[in-house]
């Protein structure tokens, strides 16, 4: 049988043996924890709590604020020391909420406490993944609880579990499982509780065998739940590349995956929904996977989400000595967010620090040169795209031509065509001002719209 796969794609070197086999510990911070209000796509959560107040770990320090918004928990016990706007990983200042921790991380009252999600019903299991302030843990941040009440649940056919981990560098979801394999499992069990007519498939790349072994026997005994294995090919774990694997489906941009029968999540989402319905424990620790050749011991951690990025480089034994850091990386190196600094703190989507010396970090430094008409970019593009003509139309600033011509708003970014561009072009760099500059136009006219 002809094996499904996405269109296009690239091989990019993976890094991934750097940490692979680094056994996942626990990491607690030393001092200060600092927690964004806006983690996930939609509105920032409302501060709950004053300068001065005592809070405990598992308390809600941000409340949802809206539908498409989540809940912000203190991971630790303390003392809220400030509230005030801070650099996060994506550069910009968010009003946080900065908590003195006391080194004791007293829990609030009822947190790990067993439940059996088999005796819930939906709106109940809906409300402890929402109060758990769950997001996609993967890199979108949307928040889970949205995606889990699709207009049509009986329309469902798929519940995907993102365990590829494609991108290069990246291996904590990998420890996680090989090492937490029956709670995902879970995990998936009850989301397809909430949707009765839906299989579950984990999908995961041929480059994790452990991984593989581990879910298949956790997965054994679940009638309607299996594992799928897929080649090594980057981006396999994008949300559109995973639909066309499993459910044969190709998807635009503007599709979300409930349209096309399929709800993705990634595996640490997948098993913080397992903690949130079956422990009562919201989503205030996540794996982060501290890697790249500058960094002396690379490590998967279980890190509290508010730890400085500092501090896990520090518990990974500091910098390799002589090492030349050319870029620090929040995620890894194909779609990762270069970090400002490293005292930004550990958010919900963060899965990686990922530290480059002078030759990783060539990849991602590129010079505007003119384009030699290769043709490689179209090749390996997954949405079928021609980023070739795209990298044109974006660098005129022929947005119409971008967007209408084309289709430049189905990018999703992945840094394939950069990846294998001979001349180098920063064509991700390009597609994502392009994005950014259609989107703010489109905004200002609603904004003009409604002013009149
Ligand atoms: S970054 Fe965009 S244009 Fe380039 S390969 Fe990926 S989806 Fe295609
Ligand atoms: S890969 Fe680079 S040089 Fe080749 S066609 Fe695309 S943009 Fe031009």
Do not use: W
């Amino acid at each position: 049988m002809i094996e499904r796969t996405f269109r296009g794609g690239v091989h990019p070197d993976d890094g991934k043996a750097y940490s692979r086999d680094a056994a996942l510990t626990v990491y607690e911070p030393k001092g200060e924890l600092v927690f964004p209000v806006s983690q996930h796509i939609g509105k920032p959560a409302k501060v709950a709590v004053s300068v001065g107040d005592r809070v405990l770990a598992g308390q809600v320090i941000a409340q949802q604020d809206g539908y498409v918004s989540s809940n912000i928990h203190s991971s630790c016990s303390g003392t809220v020391k400030a509230i005030e706007k801070r650099r996060t990983v994506m550069g910009n200042l968010v009003e946080c909420v900065v908590v003195e921790s006391d080194g004791k991380f007293r829990t609030v009252k009822g947190m790990g406490a067993k439940a059996d999600f088999r005796n819930m019903n939906r709106e109940t299991i809906l409300q402890r993944i929402r109060d758990a302030g769950i997001v996609g843990m993967g890199g979108a941040s949307f928040p889970t609880p949205v995606k889990l009440e699709p207009k049509n649940p009986d329309g469902i056919e798929y519940v995907i579990v993102n365990g590829a981990e494609c991108e290069p560098y990246i291996t904590c979801d990998d420890q996680l499982m090989r090492t937490h394999a029956g709670e995902i499992v879970t995990g998936l069990e009850v989301i397809l509780s909430l949707f009765p007519k839906a299989q579950g498939v984990i999908v995961i790349e041929r480059n994790k065998p452990e991984a593989i072994a581990a879910m298949t026997e956790a997965a054994a005994m679940s009638k309607n739940i299996r594992v799928q294995p897929a080649p090594t090919k980057y981006p396999q774990g994008g949300e559109k590349s995973i639909i066309k694997v499993v459910a044969g489906k190709d998807t635009k941009m503007s599709q979300l995956p409930a349209e096309a029968g399929c709800i993705v999540d990634n595996v640490s989402t997948v098993y913080a929904i397992y903690e949130a319905v079956c422990l009562a424990t919201p989503l205030i620790r996540r794996a982060v996977t501290v890697t790249g050749p500058a960094v002396r011991n690379p490590s998967n951690f279980i890190v509290r989400v508010g730890t400085p990025f500092r501090e896990l480089l520090e518990a990974a034994g500091g910098l390799v000595e002589g090492a030349e850091v050319r870029k620090a990386i929040a995620g890894g190196a194909m779609m990762g967010i270069a970090l400002p600094d490293l005292d930004v703190p550990v958010q919900k989507a963060s899965n990686a620090l990922t530290l480059l010396t002078v030759d990783g970090a060539e990849e991602s430094e590129r010079k505007l040169t003119a384009c030699i008409r290769c043709g490689r970019c179209n090749e390996v593009c997954p949405m079928g795209l021609t980023p070739q003509m795209m990298g044109v139309a974006a660098e005129r600033k022929d947005y119409q031509k971008y967007e209408n011509r084309l289709y430049g708003l189905e990018c999703i970014s992945c840094g394939s065509c950069t990846y294998v561009c001979p001349a180098k072009r920063p064509l991700m760099q390009l597609f994502k001002d392009a994005k950014g500059a259609i989107l703010e136009a489109r905004r200002a006219a609603q904004q003009g719209g409604g002013a009149k």
